[in-house]
T-cell receptor
C-alpha cells in the first residue's frame, strides 16, 4: 500500500539555520508528491508540489526534489525564520482511487528559536 | 474571501449523544473530504465526496456518516459518539482538475467523555 515516512520531531533550529526535513514514500507507480504546512491553530495549506521524477517544487524559500531512485522528497530551506515554526506534512497522491485522495505522513513539528 | 468554514470549532459531548459538525466551502469545489488528526498518527481520511450525492469511505469511516445534498456543504455526523472519536477534525475541499490542492478548514476539536 501507499505510505509516507517523515523524520520524527520536534526539530528545533536557530533562526537563519539550514533546514532539512526528510520524507520517503512507498507507492505503486510514480505518484505526485506534496508538502503541506500547518501553522498553529490553523488548517493545512499546500506549500509545494512535484508531479514527476526530478521535478523540483518551490515556494516561500522552501524546495523539495522528487527523487525516484531513493523514493524521497526531502524539504529544504536555506535560512529559516521564526515565522516558519509550524508542522510540516509530506503527502502523496493516491493513484486510482479515493477521489485522488492524499496519504499524509505523521507530520514534523518545526520550532525556530530567535 | 475563498474559505472552508467548520462549526463548531470546539465541542465537548458525552458518549452516545448524536452530533453534527458542519462544513461549508465557497469556492464551488467538486471534491470534499473529512480527516481526523491524532497525535502520532497524522491525518487520516474519514469520508470523501466527488460531487453532490456521491460519497465514499476513506481510511477510517467506522462510526461516522456524511451527506452531500448541496455542492457547498458536507456535514459529518456522529450518530453515537464514543471516547475513541475524541480528535481534531478537518474538512477540506478541492477542485476536480487539481484534486491534490486541498483547502482545509480551521478544524473542530471534539472531546467525547
Amino acid at each position: 500500500g501507499n505510505s509516507v515516512t517523515q523524520m520524527e520531531g520536534p526539530v528545533t533550529l536557530s533562526e537563519e539555520a539550514f533546514l532539512t526535513i526528510n520524507c520517503t514514500y512507498t507507492a505503486t507507480g510514480y505518484p505526485s508528491l506534496f508538502w503541506y504546512v500547518q501553522y498553529p491553530g490553523e488548517g493545512l495549506q499546500l506549500l509545494l508540489k512535484a508531479t514527476k521524477a526530478d521535478d523540483k517544487g518551490s515556494n516561500k524559500g522552501f524546495e523539495a526534489t522528487y527523487r525516484k531512485e531513493t523514493t524521497s522528497f526531502h524539504l529544504e530551506k536555506g535560512s529559516v525564520q521564526v515565522s516558519d515554526s509550524a508542522v510540516y506534512f509530506c503527502a502523496l497522491r493516491r493513484l486510482g482511487g479515493g477521489a485522488d485522495g492524499l496519504t499524509f505522513g505523521k507530520g514534523t513539528h518545526l520550532i525556530i528559536q530567535p | 474571501e475563498a474559505q472552508v468554514t467548520q462549526n463548531p470549532r470546539y465541542l465537548i459531548t458525552v458518549t452516545g449523544k448524536k452530533l453534527t459538525v458542519t462544513c461549508s466551502q465557497n469556492m464551488n469545489h467538486e471534491y470534499m473530504s473529512w480527516y481526523r488528526q491524532d497525535p502520532g498518527l497524522g491525518l487520516r481520511q474519514i469520508y470523501y465526496s466527488m460531487n453532490v450525492e456521491a460519497t465514499d469511505k476513506g481510511d477510517v469511516p467506522e462510526g461516522y456518516k456524511v451527506s452531500r445534498k448541496e455542492k457547498r456543504n458536507f456535514p459529518l455526523i456522529l450518530e453515537s459518539p464514543s471516547p475513541n472519536q475524541t480528535s481534531l477534525y478537518f474538512c477540506a475541499s478541492s477542485p476536480r482538475d487539481r484534486a491534490y490542492e486541498q483547502y482545509f478548514g480551521p478544524g473542530t476539536r471534539l472531546t467525547v467523555t
